[in-house]
């Protein structure tokens, strides 16, 4: 059972666009959402997170977007550049479950110079 | 600060034998580490959590006595991979979690396996 859907599967974004990048659980036993960048050959590197009891969260040119009731989140990346191409996971994180993550399929992005 | 590192990073080795990956935090002490597999173009799949001197609990499929994972210091964990065969050619990914309150993870560069 995946518990994590994300979508697209892939993503082609012109540079200086925004990328966009859904999630959507089932498990109302999560209670932390992290997003990760991953590079190929290299494992995942921690980009932004956020708790569902916060809408919205930045850090530069990323944004997470969260909305309680239709257990979905979201990544936006604004100005996207070329060098932001790469793999994008979000997670979930299980209340008392040993911090343990259950992750979403993956987004392959490329930006486009 | 927080820095995990995996050894080696990529290991080629004969059908039947066994191979040992290492993971380290560098600048914690990583109270839980957790051990992942990831196969090309796919996300990480969770294989099993150890806490530092308690015996691993691995996740439904993955078979314990296949895969030995020891944590027996706050900043060393070992995956060995044991008889290994070609279908266990993976990247194998580890992260650490310090003690405290912290949310995070912390993930190591990965290690590329393939068995021949």
């Known amino acids: 059972q995946q518990q994590v859907k994300q979508s697209p599967q892939s993503l082609i974004v012109q540079k200086g666009g925004i990328s966009i990048i859904n999630c959507a659980y089932e498990n109302t036993a999560f209670d932390y959402f992290p997003w990760y960048q991953q590079f190929p050959g290299k494992g995942p590197a921690l980009l932004i997170a956020i708790r569902p009891d916060v809408s919205e969260k930045k850090e530069g040119r990323f944004t997470i977007s969260f909305n309680k009731s239709a257990k979905q989140f979201s990544l936006h990346i604004m100005d996207s550049q070329p060098g932001d191409s790469a793999t994008y996971f979000c997670?979930?994180?299980?209340?008392?479950?040993?911090?343990?993550?259950?992750f979403g399929g993956g987004t392959r992005l490329m930006v486009k110079p | 600060g927080a820095v995990v590192s995996q050894h080696p990073s990529w290991v080629i080795c004969k059908s039947g034998t066994s191979v040992k990956i290492e993971c380290r935090s560098l600048d914690f002490q990583a109270t839980t580490m957790f051990w992942y597999r990831q196969f090309p173009k796919q996300s990480l799949m969770l294989m099993a959590t150890?806490?530092?001197?308690?015996?691993?609990?691995?996740e439904q499929g993955v078979e314990k006595d296949k895969f030995l994972i020891n944590h027996a210091s706050l900043t060393l964990s070992t995956l060995t991979v044991t008889s290994a065969h070609p279908e266990d050619s993976s990247f194998y990914i580890c992260s650490a979690r310090p003690g405290g309150s912290t949310n995070e993870q912390y993930f190591g560069p990965g290690t590329r396996l393939t068995v021949t």
């Open positions: 150890s806490n530092e001197g308690s015996k691993a609990t691995y």
């Open positions: 997670a979930a994180r299980r209340r008392n479950a040993g911090n343990m993550l259950t």
